[in-house]
């Protein structure tokens, strides 16, 4: 099969001063795309701010003769938002992709975080995440095309100690990918997610300096990469690390039905085995399918 190209299409990379993103946004300019590289260039806990973590990306992108544009806003800010997403348009008069990568942590556990730190990573990673979308969804649908990446965690997926703010983030920008996967779908705009383990500075300290030598953010970019090709699936979640690629889905049993004794919670209690088993469970494609069993199961299906 041919290579992944993107000659002529315009990318548009939340967070990419540093980490994941700076390697996602290279290699979509690599590949041809022009990209508009977003950074606040802040602190990992996300303080402060610059635009020259966003504008050595672009120095970089140049250099090996790729085009680019530098965006110091916030994605939290709707008119920095609005401003990024205008760069393009007068710059080039078209997005065909979004990666929503910017993000920052606060880890404490819950005796010890304060609301600010919950909200924080909820503005950034959520409001962070919905605000690009936002603004560049009706010029996707307009364009018939548009791909889109949001980064999920496997925090969120499964959990992580001192993480329930991010956790929570993590997994709200899912539901909202599942949505918009259905939304999206007319109008050949797809959305899925990359679930990345990659040494940046938001894993410095957590892993021996052994095993971060072996989770290069280039690892990950190629799952993001096909993520945003014009072959991309639509409401995947991809987990990508050192080489290694896999699917994470949200499974749903077969289950049981209880009839009249699905009032009582002691049936509910007593038919746990049969709830939990794992023979014919499903991953659903929209909410809808789960009630559609629920009906089968009651007309003795
Ligand atoms: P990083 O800290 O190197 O990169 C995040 C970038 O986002 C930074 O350059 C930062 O300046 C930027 N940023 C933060 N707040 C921003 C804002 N409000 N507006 C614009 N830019 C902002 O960390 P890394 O690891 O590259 O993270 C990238 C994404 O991957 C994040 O969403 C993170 O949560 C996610 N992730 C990373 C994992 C890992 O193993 N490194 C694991 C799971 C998820």
């Known amino acids: 099969m041919a290579?992944?190209?993107?000659?002529?299409?315009?990318?548009?990379v939340t967070g990419a001063g540093g980490g994941l993103g700076r390697q996602h946004a290279l290699e979509l300019a690599r590949r041809g795309a022009k990209v508009v590289v977003n950074d606040l260039g802040g602190s990992v806990d996300g303080s402060g701010g610059s635009s020259e973590a966003a504008q050595k990306v672009v120095e970089e992108i140049k250099?090996?003769?790729?085009?680019?544009?530098?965006?110091?806003?916030?994605v939290t800010d709707d008119t920095g938002v609005a401003n990024m997403v205008k760069q393009a348009m007068d710059?080039?008069?078209?997005?065909?992709?979004?990666i929503a990568n910017a993000g920052i942590l606060r880890d404490k556990t819950l005796t010890k975080m304060e609301l600010a730190d919950f909200e924080l990573v909820m503005q950034v990673h959520v409001f962070g995440t919905f605000k690009p979308i936002k603004a560049v969804w009706d010029i996707m649908k307009a364009q018939n095309y548009g791909r889109i990446v949001v980064t999920t965690s496997s925090s969120g997926m499964y959990g992580n100690f001192g993480q329930s703010n991010y956790g929570a983030a993590k997994m709200a920008v899912l539901g909202l990918m599942n949505t918009l996967k259905l939304e999206g779908a007319k109008n050949d705009v797809k959305i899925n997610a990359i679930s990345p383990v990659a040494a940046t500075r938001m894993t410095e300290g957590l892993m021996p300096p052994e095993v971060?030598?072996?989770?290069?953010?280039e690892y990950v970019t190629p799952g993001v990469v096909y993520l945003c090709s014009e072959e991309a699936p639509t409401g995947a979640i991809l987990t990508a690390g050192a080489g290694a690629f896999a699917l994470?889905?949200?499974y749903e049993t077969e289950g049981v039905y209880l009839g009249e004794g699905g009032l009582s919670a002691e049936e509910?209690?007593?038919?746990?085995?049969?709830?939990?088993?794992?023979?014919?469970?499903k991953a659903y494609f929209n909410g809808g399918e789960q009630g559609q069993k629920f009906f089968r199961k009651m007309a003795g299906g």
């Open 268 to 281: 509910v209690r007593d038919n746990w085995d049969q709830i939990t088993a794992e023979a014919g469970q």
């Open 91 to 98: 710059a080039w008069g078209r997005i065909d992709i979004l």
């Open 248 to 250: 994470s889905r949200i």
């Open 3 to 12: 290579d992944i190209r993107f000659d002529g299409k315009v990318a548009i």
């Open 63 to 74: 250099a090996f003769g790729g085009e680019a544009i530098a965006n110091g806003s916030s």
């Open 212 to 217: 971060l030598a072996k989770l290069a953010p």
